[in-house]
């Protein structure tokens, strides 16, 4: 019971093959209290039917594009958790269409949209979590990729995105620490997810990882919960400004 006694907020669940409904049940088997988001009423229908599962959480609309949505998020946290433990944002986006061909016709659009939702939404998110999160020995996780520091075919923009995540984990972990809170990121294998299903090269890129990764195996969303686990829970007090790898050993190999 690693998180029994903690609150916590996870964002990006959108249905049962999601890595954050992975985390959600690591978290809810540990213990925690759970609070879980949905974008809009056509996602909302898929978390409101998986949250029995882990347990009573309070489901909450937010819009990361919205600052009036996450400052109204935070408000309503405050009002009937009054603090929070942890905050998982699970959240990306890139057009359809930047992720085909090549990156150099990235569209300035596209680009925005990209860096907005899947890197400036953890700092806008941040910021206003921080009156519930501080002096609590709170945590933050986010999750990233490999496409960050490598270049992964069609990845493109998203690559990009992942880049700029990963040094924001690195200012708010600084930022943040003074308050007793721990900012880190997970990097996993590559997962079928509704979000990962608009890649074009998505089974071959799985099927390589299993190929070819030091384990043999594919990444599965149990394994990333759990590790987000360690990352969530006071077993890793002492850890922040990291990323974690959970993708069987792939991200050591050579090309």
């Known amino acids: 019971m690693l998180l029994e006694g903690k609150t916590g907020l996870i964002l990006g669940i959108a249905n049962k093959r999601s890595i954050a409904w992975g985390i959600a049940q690591a978290a809810h088997r540990e213990g925690a209290r759970l609070i879980l988001t949905y974008q809009n009423e056509r996602l909302a229908e898929n978390v409101r039917e998986l949250a029995p599962e882990v347990g009573d959480p309070l489901l909450l609309p937010c819009d990361v594009e919205r600052d009036e949505q996450v400052v109204a998020l935070m408000a309503r946290i405050g009002q009937e958790a009054g603090g929070l433990d942890f905050l998982v944002h699970s959240l990306a986006f890139a057009p359809r269409e930047a992720l085909d061909g090549m990156y150099v016709d990235t569209s300035r659009e596209a680009f925005r949209a990209a860096l907005e939702i899947s890197a400036f939404s953890l700092v806008a998110l941040a910021r206003a979590a921080l009156p519930l999160m501080k002096d609590r020995h709170a945590s933050i996780v986010a999750m ?65 990882t299993s190929e070819r990764a030091p384990l043999r195996k594919s990444t599965g969303t149990d394994e990333v919960g759990d590790g987000a686990l360690f990352l969530l829970s006071p077993l890793s007090r002492g850890v922040s400004g990291e990323v974690l790898f959970v993708d069987g050993g792939y991200h050591i190999l050579g090309v």
């Open 144 to 208: 990233t990729y490999l496409g960050s520091e490598r270049v992964v075919p069609k990845y493109n923009v998203m690559g990009v995105a992942k880049a700029a995540l990963e040094a924001s984990i690195r200012y708010l972990a600084n930022d943040l620490g003074q308050f007793g809170i721990r900012v880190n990121a997970i990097s996993a294998g590559p997962i079928r997810t509704l979000a990962s299903s608009a890649l074009s090269g998505i089974s071959g890129m799985i099927k390589e």
